[in-house]
Every structure is written in C-alpha cells, then in structure tokens.
C-alpha cells in the first residue's frame, strides 16, 4: 500500500476525502429515513474506504462472520471537550494517583486490549465487535497517521486503561476504550477531553450513546444535524497530534490548564 498520509493534510478539503475509495456511499438520510442507522453493507476496510465514510459521516461495525455494515445512527452521541467536566470522585483520584497518560505510544496494545472480552456483560469468550479485519484497518490508519491512541500507565509502567479512534481535522472520532484498573478509562477520557481541546478539536463523536458515555456527560445531536456540521469539522485547523509531540503527562496535571505539552 503506498504512503496515505498526504490525505492527513490541512489543506485536504472534505470533497477531496468523500471522493477517495472505490465505493459511492449513499446519503444517510436518503436510504434511511427512518433513522435505523444502516446506511450500507459490503466494500472493504481499506484506509482511502474508512476515511472517505467517515468523512461522510459513516463507520463500519459488524462482526467478524457477517458482512462489512456502514452506520449513521440517529441520534448521534457526541461530546465537546470544552463542556467536559470531571466528577469530583475522579478529580479526587486523579490528584492521588502516580499513573501516567501518553499518546500514540501503544496503539497496538490499545486496540488489542478493546478487542478482549469485558465485564460489561458479554460471554466469557466472546470478543468485542474489533475482530482481527478491524485491528488490522485501524492499525493500518494508525501508521498512516489517522487513528490515535491514548494510554494510561499506573507508576510500575503497566498498561491499565486507554482508548483509541481516528481524528479527521478538527473532529475526533472515538472508537473504544478499556480499562484494567477502577476509572482508568475514565482517565484515558478525560485525557483526551484535554488533548482535543488544546489542539482545538471542536467535537469529539461517540457514535452511539450508552450509559458509560452518558455518565461522562456525552450528548446526542439528531444524526442531520451532525451531518451538516462535518464538512466545517473535518476542514477544522487542529494541531497535528505526532507521536513525539508530547511528554507522559501525570494525571494528577489533568486540572491543569495545559496538561499536554505539544509541538505546533
């Protein structure tokens, strides 16, 4: 596959990342009036396909034995980082611990560490939807400097918590999150909730709403709503987030009003 990166570009426009790919997707509104949420089955998972749906407001979710589907969900579950606000029980815990948050520093970790079963009700032994086709399109994304991960270290250096998703100019979209210690992915949040507000990402997209966003004060927008704000979104002038932009930043420094140190 050759270099996709040129794509990751302020200069890109969103007409230019709807047109990449093999695939015409169809306008959400038009196929699904009803607002059941899929909008498209088949293609593939290639970077050029992944981006050109996103950009028009789609992602892809199904398992690993059926059709590749393509949703826009009506609601849409969304949070603005500068509307975020920690509870005082994680502020609490935040000041307390000597965990760490870094980004993009164990993206293969990350996505691996979502894919595992959870205690959030699924069968011991059944996988998360982020199936091995999945792992490697978003890996893929990651080396070509598209999707992004955020990662929480408790003070011996393991990997307790993270999440991972895409950022599209100033747009993020969020994908999932895991945790391996109580509120570490609350953590990996409210991290990113920083992070996309120094680099004036406007809008983060949870897709679908559910009681963990919720309770992280996520909100939903009517998916027409949302549609009409992406083209402004992805055309958005956010700072680059590079591997090497920052240092770990100690989640104790998350009250702080700059916590992540990056290079413009």
Known sequence: ????????????????????????????????????????????????????????????WFNADEPIAWWCPEPRCVMVPTDYQPSKSLRKQAIRERWQLTLNQAFDDVIHACSLPRSDGLPEGEHTWIHDEMIEAYTELHAQGFAHSIEVWDDKGRLI?????????????GESMFHRASNASKLAFWGLMRLCEQSHVALVD????????????ATTLPRVEFLTRLDSLIAGDAITWQSDSHKPVPVSLLGNVEPWQLKL
């Open 161 to 173: 918590g993270g999440l991972y998703g895409l950022k599209i100019g100033s747009i993020y979209f």
């Open 1 to 60: 596959m050759g270099n996709f990166s040129q794509y990751n570009d302020k200069n890109i426009t969103p007409e230019t990342l709807k047109s990449l790919g093999r695939y015409d997707f169809p306008h959400p509104i038009s196929v699904d009036p009803d607002g059941i949420g899929i909008v498209a089955v088949g293609g593939d998972l290639e970077p050029e396909t992944l981006i050109s749906a996103y950009a028009q407001g789609l992602f892809p």
């Open 206 to 217: 949870c897709q679908l709403p559910n009681d963990h966003l919720m309770s992280l004060d």
